[in-house]
């Protein structure tokens, strides 16, 4: 079994999962119902009900919503109706720094967390697929940030695809800050727009053009990866 400055991988995860289930069972104590309604209203796509039950919390409000993206990033719960009330409550420009900050973390917390539970695991699949040994020596900065930069990407499953990978931690730090804020910039943005798409419907077409192309070039500069 591996060992990390003496602590053996099975210690590490056991650690992992207790300081988890510390932070969620405190949350629960301090918010009592957070997490089924944070479930009920994610799940459900309910924005009105997300923007209603975020600015209960008044002055906390924007605290409130880093933490319920931060666990969805997690917990593999949708995060964009988050993204879109976030737009809606607190501004466009206010909205987008706000998500970007609890996306950031919630990426941040989830690599370490699967990187440090489940790396043995990922490695031993890895070993046995060519195809993810492909995707496995893409896993640099520059391709993190990129696939962090693409809107509408499933942050958890790139996210444990990312842990299994060889970028180190300060590498992927750094490109995931940087590649989440496009990303949650035109989420929000166009989440915002097209609620109120009367008003804005030049910036909407602008922004819909925007992800078209980027998802255009980055799939044909990565075609070669997947084939």
């Not at 933490?67 to 737009?87: D, E, W």
């Not at 900050?101 to 790396?119: D, K, N, P």
């Not at 727009?193 to 990565?222: F, M, Q, S």
């Amino acid at each position: 079994m591996k060992q990390y400055n003496g602590i053996t991988e099975r210690q590490m995860q056991i650690g992992a999962c207790l300081i988890i289930a510390l932070i969620l069972g405190s949350i629960h104590l301090a918010l009592p119902g957070f997490y089924s309604t944070l479930i009920t209203l994610a799940m459900d796509g309910n924005v009105p009900g997300l923007q209603a039950y975020i600015l209960s919390y008044g002055y906390l409000s924007m605290a409130i919503s880093i933490l319920m993206i931060l666990l969805t990033n997690m917990t593999g719960l949708p995060s964009l109706p988050l993204l879109i009330v976030n737009g809606l409550v607190f501004g466009l420009i206010p909205g987008i720094i706000v998500s970007w900050i609890g996306e950031f973390l919630g990426c941040t917390a989830g690599f370490i967390v699967m990187r440090t539970v489940f790396r043995s695991t990922a490695e031993r699949i890895i070993a046995k697929s060519d195809k993810l040994s492909r995707i496995d020596g893409y896993s640099t900065f520059r391709n993190v940030f990129i696939a962090r930069a693409l809107p509408y990407t499933p942050n958890v499953l790139l996210t444990a695809l990312i842990a299994s990978g060889r970028i180190s931690f300060s590498d992927h730090l750094g490109a995931t800050f940087l590649g989440k804020l496009p990303a949650v910039a035109i989420e929000v943005w166009l989440g915002h727009d097209l609620v109120y798409i009367t008003e804005h419907p030049g910036r909407l077409a602008v922004v819909v053009l925007i992800c078209l192309v980027g998802v255009v070039i980055y799939r044909r500069k990565n075609k070669k990866l997947w084939h």
